[in-house]
């Protein structure tokens, strides 16, 4: 299984990014999984920011939910990442991941840059 980030890797402050996780290539192994954002600030460590689940519950980091909103289109095999109000604050790599933490199983995307910048 292969996942790939996609979106604009320069945001303007004020505007809302979205980005696109496209999973192709194998099937994932456990029919209960979740769909991750995962972004990683320049210096700092991993912050998780949400997913969503199979049953398509979501999940949200508490400091960034007022901002967030993950949704998936299963047709297409893609999840999506919704980011309002960003500020320089929120550069970083951007990874997209889906985890199950019962059986152990993670697959990671390569994760996309983006920059906050007027």
């Known amino acids: 299984v292969q996942l790939q980030e996609s979106g604009p890797g320069l945001v303007k402050p004020s505007q809302t990014l979205s980005l696109t996780c496209t999973v192709s290539?194998?099937?994932?192994?456990?029919?209960?999984?979740?769909l991750n954002w995962i972004r990683q600030p320049p210096g700092k460590g991993l912050e998780w920011i949400g997913a969503?689940?199979?049953?398509?519950?979501?999940y949200y980091n508490p400091s960034l939910e007022s901002r967030t909103s993950i949704s998936r289109d299963t047709s297409n095999n893609q999840f999506s990442l919704q980011l309002n109000s960003m500020t320089p604050e929120d550069t970083g790599v951007y990874y997209c991941?889906?985890?199950?933490?019962?059986?152990?199983?993670?697959?990671w995307g390569q994760g996309t840059q983006v920059t906050v910048s007027s």
């Open positions: 991941a889906i985890t199950n933490l019962v059986v152990g199983y993670a697959r």
């Open positions: 969503i689940g199979t049953s398509g519950d979501t």
């Open positions: 290539g194998g099937s994932i192994p456990t029919n209960v999984y979740t």
